[in-house]
């Protein structure tokens, strides 16, 4: 699979690493977001997703948040609004290349980062995909933002995770105690396609059923017995896939 490695700047002298995929020359493009600790591949997803996307003639974008994969920035001072201000960042790059037709998807924490923007600034965006969305951050069991973990960021400044991988900055976590992603989101008319497992462990696929009642224009497909992920067989991964697709091909 051919794509292109570049670099995007965004706020705060961030440079995020990004792999762009131009499989036609039409001004259509699909921006890939992913989660927290992880990077633009998701766990694989996203190479998948974007390998479908390509035989399908459709153009995409990955990218590495800031502090993760490639891209710059300390992990203890990234938070939500600042992935936000990444998203915009990536948004404004790709019309300035000539894309008027985008669909944004993001995946877990990424889909909290997508839900805090104003689309109303960005005609050119079309609609949302959100996979296995934390955009109700304290409904979900995420082992990262707890009471405890919320003490020990506020002492110390961050909270170590993963074996000391990942760095959870006191203000992260108080943005994820303040906010509620799912009602920014809620506030825009762009169609919204939730995709989520009813098996997942993290983020409970009720979370993607509430956020979809409150949205004018949304549709919720549930994958029986799939995970956090989607990674839990073949079958799972391809239905995720397959459904993100169509929505696409139907919005572009």
Not at 104 to 125: C, H, M, N, R
């Amino acid at each position: 699979m051919k794509e292109k490695e570049i670099r995007i700047k965004s706020t705060d002298e961030i440079v995020l690493n990004a792999l762009i995929s131009k499989v036609s020359d039409n001004k259509e493009i699909v921006i890939l977001c992913h989660g927290i600790t992880a990077n633009k591949e998701e766990c694989g997803m996203f190479t998948k997703l974007t390998s479908e996307l390509r035989n399908h003639k459709i153009n995409s974008l990955r990218f590495d948040f800031r502090a993760h994969g490639k891209s710059t920035g300390n992990d203890y001072e990234m938070t939500p609004t600042k992935e936000a201000e990444d998203v915009k960042s990536v948004i404004k790059y790709v019309t300035e290349l000539g894309y008027n037709k985008i669909i944004i998807l993001g995946a877990s924490f990424g889909a909290s980062a997508i839900s805090l923007v104003d689309y109303s600034q960005y005609k050119e965006v079309k609609a949302i995909i959100d996979w296995y969305g934390a955009i109700d951050y304290l409904k979900s069991t995420v082992p990262y933002w707890n009471e405890e973990n919320r003490k020990i960021a506020n002492e110390k400044g961050y909270v170590e995770l993963q074996g000391k991988l990942f760095r959870l900055g006191k203000t992260c976590i108080n943005e994820i105690y303040s906010l509620k992603p799912y009602e920014n989101l809620a506030k825009g008319n762009l169609p919204i396609l939730f995709v989520h497992g009813t098996n997942d462990e993290k983020v409970p696929h009720q979370v993607s059923l509430d956020a979809s009642k409150k949205c004018k224009n949304s549709r919720i497909e549930l994958i029986e017995n799939a995970g956090h992920g989607f990674l839990d067989s073949k079958e799972t991964m391809e239905q995720a896939i397959k459904i993100t697709v169509d929505f696409i091909k139907e919005q572009l």
